[in-house]
């Protein structure tokens, strides 16, 4: 059974941290900050939740 999400996010998104603020409570774990830019994805250490940049890059990111 795999509980793991994945998320699709944009430069609005930015800067990511995991748990969203939208995250519900039952799931907070302590705040990690992660770097989707430099290979277009990352995986939260605590969760498994899996981020995926999706758009353009900000401005000054490449």
């Known amino acids: ?10 430069a ?7 748990p969203t603020p939208s995250s519900p409570l ?4 302590p ?9 277009g994805e990352a995986v939260c250490p605590y ?3 899996r981020y995926v940049f999706t758009g353009e890059a900000p401005k000054g990111h490449h």
């Open 31 to 39: 705040r990690v900050f992660l770097d989707v830019l430099k290979t």
């Open 47 to 49: 969760c498994s939740t």
């Open 1 to 10: 059974m795999s509980d793991n999400k994945t998320v699709e996010l944009t």
């Open 26 to 29: 039952w799931c907070q774990h």
């Open 12 to 18: 609005h998104d930015l800067p990511l941290h995991c």
